[in-house]
């Protein structure tokens, strides 16, 4: 099982620098604009539209295999152990149990309660 969760990890992380490299490569809908007033060359390794189309597939393709990828991690990260006692707070419960009961001192009364200098 571990081998098949380290796979799944390494498929989110790769899909996510992917994602994050084509989301940077697209240009936004106001990059068009300025394209108008000359300031720039429209043209690209695609197309004028056919870039929009190649990358906005991919990201979404990506995005698909990065979620189906945090549903399974979280899936079987939700999956209890087979061996270990359960959860750290019990552990931590346990071992709280078993330590010497501490009597807390008792306050003090009347002038003993006043600071002096």
Not at 85 to 113: H, N
């Amino acid at each position: 099982m571990s081998a098949f969760l380290t796979i799944v990890l390494a498929v989110q992380m790769v899909s996510a620098v992917a994602m994050v490299v084509l989301i940077l490569m697209q240009h936004g809908k106001g990059a068009d604009m300025g394209a108008a007033f000359g300031s720039g060359g429209s043209g690209s390794l695609f197309g004028a539209s056919g870039s929009a189309n190649f990358l906005s597939r991919t990201t979404a393709v990506l995005a698909t295999i990065f979620f189906v990828a945090t549903l399974s991690l979280a899936y079987f990260g939700m999956a209890k152990p087979d061996t270990g006692s359960g959860s750290v707070l019990e552990g931590v419960a346990a071992g709280i149990s078993t330590a010497p009961a501490v009597t807390p001192a008792l306050p003090a009364s009347g002038a003993a309660q006043i600071p002096s200098k």
